[in-house]
């Protein structure tokens, strides 16, 4: 409702941007720099970070820089992982049934692995989301996943992206023998203050704006409220834009955006 009231050609705090619009933070930048590294040399790594502060950017991001036409990204987010639905999971993206029998599905993903990189030399990453819901049994499977050739290499790269919970999980005595084989860990932090001015003017030029809508006051007041979470930041900004074509308020100062923080949020 707010878009003609501030001519705007899209809606700016949208999920449904492409992978090329998406705003990266510096941070942002250099942990996807990791992971195309790993994602090349067949490694392990965790990506972590609170709700909101843009996991699933990131790896949108990744896949939109992996050449289909060499990687394969197996993408799996499931809360109740167990390790037959994990290996058939796998196989159904690759394009093959999987099997009833626990050890048949692994069998038949190891000979499937074996098929894509040794033959067609095809490069394979496993991205498993919600990680930090993974039991231990889940995770041993996952460590037995990355054994190949008496353990002398890995024949896939594997990604594990969950919250913060995900670290505390993997630092425990009983998950040692996963932990030691991570090559990264990445950690996805809260925007700073400079940043959400930059993510709120880089949303609003993506959806058209000719002009500075949110003054940086406006922007200050929703980073301290929302300690710099872009999906906080993207809910605040959503209201203050209501609210000012509502009231033909043309520009969002730190009033408005107070009053959205005090009444609505």
Not at 12 to 24: A, E, I, R
Not at 45 to 63: D, F, I, M
Not at 229 to 247: E, F, H, P, Q, T
Request: proline share 2%.
């Amino acid at each position: 409702m707010y878009k003609p009231f501030y001519n705007l050609i899209k809606p700016p705090f949208s999920k449904g941007m492409t992978s090329s619009d998406l705003f990266m933070s510096e941070g942002m930048e250099e942990i996807l720099s990791r992971l195309i590294y790993v994602v090349n040399n067949k490694m392990f790594a965790t990506v972590s970070g609170e709700c909101g502060t843009g996991k699933s950017t990131l790896l949108r991001k990744l896949k939109s820089s992996l050449d289909d036409k060499i990687y394969d990204l197996v993408y799996i987010a499931d809360s109740k992982l167990t390790p037959r639905n994990f290996y058939n999971a796998v196989l159904n993206q690759f394009g093959v049934e999987g099997a009833f029998y626990r050890g048949d599905s692994k069998r038949l993903l190891h000979r499937e692995i074996a098929a894509m990189t040794e033959t067609r030399n095809r490069i394979i990453c496993i991205i498993v989301d919600e990680a930090h819901l993974l039991d231990k049994e889940m995770l041993e499977e996952i460590r037995f996943l990355l054994n190949s050739k008496m353990d002398s290499e890995s024949p896939v790269s594997l990604l594990l992206v969950g919250q913060l919970d995900l670290e505390f999980m993997l630092d425990k005595r009983t998950s040692l023998a996963i932990s030691q084989r991570i090559d990264f860990r990445c950690r996805l932090c809260q925007m700073t203050l400079e940043e959400t001015i930059a993510y709120i003017r880089h949303q609003m030029n993506y959806a058209g704006a000719s002009k500075e809508i949110f003054l940086k006051p406006a922007a200050k007041e929703i980073f301290e409220f929302s300690g710099g979470i872009a999906r906080i930041v993207n809910k605040i900004c959503n209201k203050c834009l209501m609210y000012g074509a509502i009231n033909k308020k043309k520009t969002i100062d730190a009033k408005i955006a107070g009053e959205i923080i005090e009444h609505e949020s």
